[in-house]
């Protein structure tokens, strides 16, 4: 996996492009947002997380799909369960992933942020290959945005408290510090 700075696009990774996003209004990334995603909740491995992101979500095939399925939102990046990476949306550009939020007394973090969704739920663990795979691609980002240092990554809890709980409780934020202290060393 390598990003291209240029095109925002990483390479050696599936693209799956979505139609929401929009310009960034200043070009600055200098936030890392982790969340959490699974459709239907807490199942794994459907591809409905994708066709969400692509508004292509078919709001009959689920309950819980009728109340999502008009919404038009993204990510940068998808980990799935076993350690694959998706882009979505250019790191060049504006992905709608975190909504209304807040950090450092800054607003709308959509406009400087990176968001990365892991297939998963709050209270279920994440996988190894999913560390992995976020320790690898965070390295690449913060390679490109030195900006985004180990105090400007956080969860969408962090930036929407009360109104958003991801990555939760489950999540293991040690052990991504730790492999990203372990990594940064070993470089």
């Not at 990003?3 to 979505?18: F, M, Q, R, T, V």
């Not at 200043?26 to 982790?34: H, K, P, R, T, W």
Request: net charge negative; charged share 15%.
């Amino acid at each position: 996996m390598q990003l291209d700075s240029s095109s925002g696009w990483c390479d050696g990774i599936a693209h799956c492009p979505s139609p929401n996003f929009s310009p960034r209004p200043q070009g600055e990334v200098s936030l890392l947002v982790i969340h959490n995603i699974s459709l239907p909740p807490g199942q794994f491995g459907t591809g409905k997380v994708q066709a969400f992101f692509q508004n292509r979500l078919d709001a009959a095939e689920h309950p819980y799909f009728a109340g999502i399925a008009s919404m038009q939102v993204s990510a940068h990046f998808l980990i799935e369960r076993d350690g694959v990476v998706t882009q979505f949306v250019s790191c060049n550009e504006r992905a709608w992933h975190a909504g209304q939020s807040l950090f450092a007394g800054r607003e709308n973090c959509n406009d400087f942020s990176l968001g990365i969704e892991l297939e998963g739920t709050d209270d279920i663990p994440f996988t190894a290959q999913q560390y992995a795979a976020l320790i690898a691609l965070t390295r690449q980002l913060q390679a490109a945005y030195p900006a985004i240092t180990l105090e400007r990554i956080c969860g969408h809890s962090d930036i929407a408290p009360g109104r958003k709980t991801d990555p939760g409780p489950a999540f293991d934020w040690a052990a991504l510090r730790l492999g990203l202290q372990q990594d940064k060393e070993l470089t």
